[in-house]
Each structure stands twice: as C-alpha cells, then as structure tokens.
C-alpha cells in the first residue's frame, strides 16, 4: 500500500470517531427544541432511503424496470399491503418488465 492509503484510512478512521465521540461529549443535557428532536428522528429513515433508492432504481438491466417497480411498489405499499407483498409485486413487475423490454 502507498502513504497515501495510510493517510486516508487515519483520517477516514478519525471521523468516524469523531462522528459518534463529539455528540457524547457535547450534548449532556436532554434535547428539547422540536426542530433538532424531528431532525434527529428522521435521519435514520433519509439515509437509508439515500443507500436503497439508488440501487432499486440500479439493480435491474433498464433503470426503466426498477423505477416502474419502485413506483408500483410505494402506491401498493400506501394501499396497505405489507412487506412481503409489495416485494413479491416488485419483482413480478420488474421480471415482466424485463421480458419485454430487455
């Protein structure tokens, strides 16, 4: 490995700490303003939408297949169908989808 590789993994392994060390040590009251507390709330749900919507729209050959079935999947979701499924309707789409146009 070069001296570079050295420096990114020392500086990416001190953020990482620095990530989880600076909230414990900064915030030792409880948090009360509601805008931070929604804030807070809501990251976990933003990022894994940032991490799954991508490779939805990625993992089939025509991005086409994967948005109709991204699509297709959070109407049936709002209709209240659960996980399983709206998976099952996913992959149906995206397979049907793919018959035809790939």
């Given amino acids: 490995m070069s001296g570079n590789a050295y420096i990114y993994i020392l500086v990416a392994a001190a953020v990482s700490y620095l990530i989880r ?28 939408a940032v991490m799954t919507f991508p490779a939805i729209v990625q993992a089939t050959s025509s991005p086409i297949a994967g948005i109709a079935a991204l699509v297709i999947g959070i109407i ?25 146009i790939g």
């Fill in 21 to 48: 060390i600076l909230p414990l040590t900064l915030i030792r009251k409880p948090i009360e303003n509601v805008f931070v507390k929604s804030f807070l709330y809501y990251v976990p749900y933003v990022t894994l």
């Fill in 76 to 100: 049936i979701s709002f209709m209240g169908a659960g996980l399983l499924p709206v998976a099952c309707v996913c992959c149906a789409v995206v397979f049907i989808l793919e018959l035809f």
